[in-house]
């Protein structure tokens, strides 16, 4: 079993800044790659950010240049440093990883989910 722990929601005002965090444990042979979606309000969930084994990296335009995603592989573990947030960025963030375990074949695996408040 894989278990998916996110951290790093809370409230900041406009123009600050927050760092998510996502850490994989278990029986987790290979991870391939990592992204953060949010859903907000009255709003379908989004692809904002993902990261292949290779470092390559994705954003969605809403926050490209602002968000930075990273991994730390040795830690089975994905980042999401957000930057110059905006009352528009509040919504439940959550991260899905791609994960080889011992059936071989890559699953979804998706965190709790954690809030994000931006006030204005």
């Known amino acids: 079993q894989v278990q998916l722990v996110e951290s790093g929601g809370g409230l900041v005002q406009a123009g600050g800044s927050l760092r998510l965090s996502c850490a994989a444990s278990g029986s987790i042979l290979r991870i391939n790659s990592m992204a953060w979606y949010r859903r907000a309000p009255g709003k379908q969930r989004e692809l904002i950010a993902e990261i292949t084994t290779g470092h390559t990296t994705n954003y969605a335009e809403s926050v490209k240049g602002r968000f930075t995603i990273s991994r730390d592989s040795a830690k089975n573990t994905v980042y999401l440093q957000m930057n110059s947030l905006k009352p528009d960025d509040t919504a439940v963030y959550y991260c899905?990883?791609?994960?080889?375990?011992?059936?071989?074949?890559?699953?979804?695996?998706w965190g709790q989910g954690t809030q994000v408040t931006v006030s204005s």
């Open positions: 899905k990883l791609v994960i080889f375990t011992t059936t071989l074949r890559p699953d979804d695996y």
